[in-house]
């Protein structure tokens, strides 16, 4: 409510008795808006002039009073002054007054929240004092004087009157009369120092006119001369306070990287790395410059180069890769002559559009090819084959003729499609080198190496006719003759059946297919034959005959078993007329040994006698009588004999009981059928009748035997 005219005339005479009850009346103050403060709580020090006439009033001290968001203390050395009943709650406002004339007074307040930042825009003033002609107001942050400002009075008059201050960004406000008593009301909310954590979006066009979101804290802190004000560097812009943390604010026109700062009665908000706010210039058109690189030859690698007048750096590609292929860095690679096309392109960036694509198109020459690699020469009769590789690189165009020239030059050149050529003409006896080159539409290449040296010579032939099937045990010679009445070597190719010796002498080592090889080297007037091979079976030798001391007639040993190539040594296979056994033994029909070799397993052979053999005949053998002992004679139960006693059969395993010979493959069996010697042993029958009949003879000896001694019981 207005507070009139007449009661402030009143309260000149009474001023000091009844000025609690005024300020109910007539005192307009302005609510704070965010931070607590302290009013009347100052610790400037014992030497501030501002302070040094204020004491304690009410019990109070101003360096100890406490209040809370709003409340403001009253300060004057008048004992008569000591309250204030009607000032809580009535916002931020200062009164001061004094004992008597030309004594200054002081009124002060700071927030309550260290750190709490505020802003005093203005100040409405009662002056009742002639006195009073003028008003000191500093302002203090963190203890330090920041700004000082000198206020003229209006000397006794009848209202508040209003005066600007734009103190912002301060903790601590003083305000000090010159001679007399006053009444002060800051008519400005108190505020924090706005915060700013982040603007949304961090960029935008140079042009300005986008929307930008700022984020942060202390947005609605009202007061300050322009109100909250939002700047992009030193550009305000145009905002509108959403909230006490949000800011939408109209993107001014700028350039570069800027701090954006909200100002607020509470001060301006820190800058920092969240702050800023990029403005973005729209990207600027380029153009490249690319020169043609003009007709380049086929096997050279150029680097092309282009620049764009933004200086960035520019890209190669090739859409003719058939004919030549390119780095992004520009190296030329030529796959082949032809027509080449390379693109140069320039993408951009946010600062520059991407630059119109500049083609050149020329042309990739040939040139002629590498030299060939050379080959073997191969002399003839009267000629000689060239071998040779392809060039390196065929120049860009294809190969269309080889060329093979010939040192001496008995004979022209000539020409060829491919590898080997062969050249005639030649003179038999006389040495030759080669050179070859390769020519395509740019014309012949560099010459080869020289070739080895040939001599061409006549051609002769071996005639070696097939030898048939040999029997394993034979010593054949074979012979083969040369046209050009040269001699013939011989070699064999299969060493484990058969060898021979370079004048044909063939020995049989096992039985299977032997092959020979006939060869005639050449001379100085011939060239070596080619070469004729013949390939002929040994067959194994299974079966001889012979005779036997005592018999009339021939008797004959067949061996069986022990694979194809199992075969018998001639020289080592026979009927024996003597034999020596031990123990008084004794042979009279001699005995048997044999050797075969090739075989594997066991082997059986088949003894057929012209005469039976006597009664009571027994088999010995020389070998081992266990497998891994010594050789010597021992008694055998391992053959049979048939009921006739014409033929003996027995079977013997390679380097088993028995196997005289070791090595693996070969059987060696001395065997003998003797009469008497100790522990003889009884020779199986191959006669059904025959063992019937001894089973009867047995079983008539058991009955006899029972007979007599139940005779000799009975007796």
Known sequence: MPCPISA?????????????????????????????????????????????????????????????????????????????????????????????????????????????????????????SPANTSMTVRGYRSGLLVRTVSLPLTPVSSQLVSYDLGLVDVDQVSFTSSADWFFAVDDLGIAPQPAVSGVSPASGAAAGGGTVIINGTGFTAAGYPAGTVVKFGTTTAVATVNSDTQITATLPPGSGVVDVTVSTAGGTSATGAATQFT??????????????????????????????????????????????????????????????????????NTAWNAAPQVSQT?????????????????????????????????????????????????????????????????????????????????GESPSSLASNSVTPRATQTI???????????????????SDAGLPV?????????????????????????????????????????PQVSRSFAVTALTSITGTVPGMTGTAGATLSGGGATCTLEPAATRFIASVTLPSGGTAPHGGFEFRAVGCSGSVTLTLAYPDP???????????????????????????????????????????????????MGAVSDPFAPALGGAGAVGIPVDAPWALALLSALIGWLGWRHKAHLRSAVTG
């Open 8 to 128: 402030w005339s009143r309260l000149t005479g009474t001023l000091r008795r009844s000025l609690a009850g005024w300020l109910a009346c007539c005192i307009v103050l302005a609510a704070p808006a965010h931070a607590a403060i302290t009013t009347g709580v100052l610790d400037f020090g014992s030497t501030n002039t501002d302070l040094a006439p204020i004491g304690t009033i009410g019990g109070i001290a101003f360096d100890g009073a406490t209040a809370g968001d709003g409340q403001g203390w009253v300060y004057g050395k008048a004992d008569s002054y000591t309250s204030c009943t009607n000032c809580a709650g009535r916002g931020d406002f200062a009164l001061a007054a004094n004992g008597g004339p030309s004594t200054p007074s002081v009124a002060f307040f700071r927030a309550a929240t260290p750190g709490d930042r505020f802003g005093v825009s203005g100040v409405r003033i009662y002056n009742p």
């Open 279 to 348: 403005y973005v210039s729209p990207p600027q058109a380029q153009t490249i410059t690319f020169n043609s690189p003009g007709t380049q030859n086929f096997g050279t690698s150029p680097t092309l180069s282009a620049t764009a007048s933004s200086g960035l750096p520019v890209t190669f590609t090739s859409t003719t890769t058939g004919v030549c292929t390119i780095s992004t860095g520009g190296v030329l690679t030529f796959v082949t002559a032809g027509v080449c096309t390379i693109h140069a392109n320039q993408s951009g």
């Open 362 to 442: 020329f042309t990739v020459a040939a040139v002629v090819p590498s030299a060939p690699t050379i080959g073997t020469a191969t002399a003839g009769d009267t000629q000689a084959a060239i071998a040779f590789t392809a060039p390196a690189s065929n120049g860009g165009s294809s190969i269309t003729a080889y060329t093979v020239t010939a040192s001496p030059p008995d004979v022209a050149p000539v020409n060829g499609a491919s590898s080997p050529i062969v050249i005639t003409g030649l003179t038999n006896g006389q040495a030759y080198t080669f050179t070859v080159t390769a020519s395509n539409s740019a």
């Open 463 to 481: 005639t070696f006719a097939s030898p048939g099937a040999q029997n394993f045990g034979t010593t054949p010679t074979l012979t083969a003759t």
């Open 489 to 529: 070597s011989f070699t064999s190719s299969t060493t484990s059946v058969c060898t021979i010796t370079s004048g044909g002498a063939v020995t049989f080592v096992a039985a299977g297919t032997c092959t020979i090889n006939a060869d005639q080297p050449g001379n100085a007037s011939y060239l070596a034959a």
């Open 613 to 663: 053999l006597p009664a009571g005949v027994a088999f010995w053998k020389y070998g081992p009588a266990t497998p891994g002992a010594a050789s010597s004679w021992f008694q055998w139960s391992g053959a049979t004999l048939s009921g006739d006693r014409r033929t003996v059969s027995y079977t013997v395993a390679d380097n088993g009981v028995g196997d005289a010979d070791p090595a």
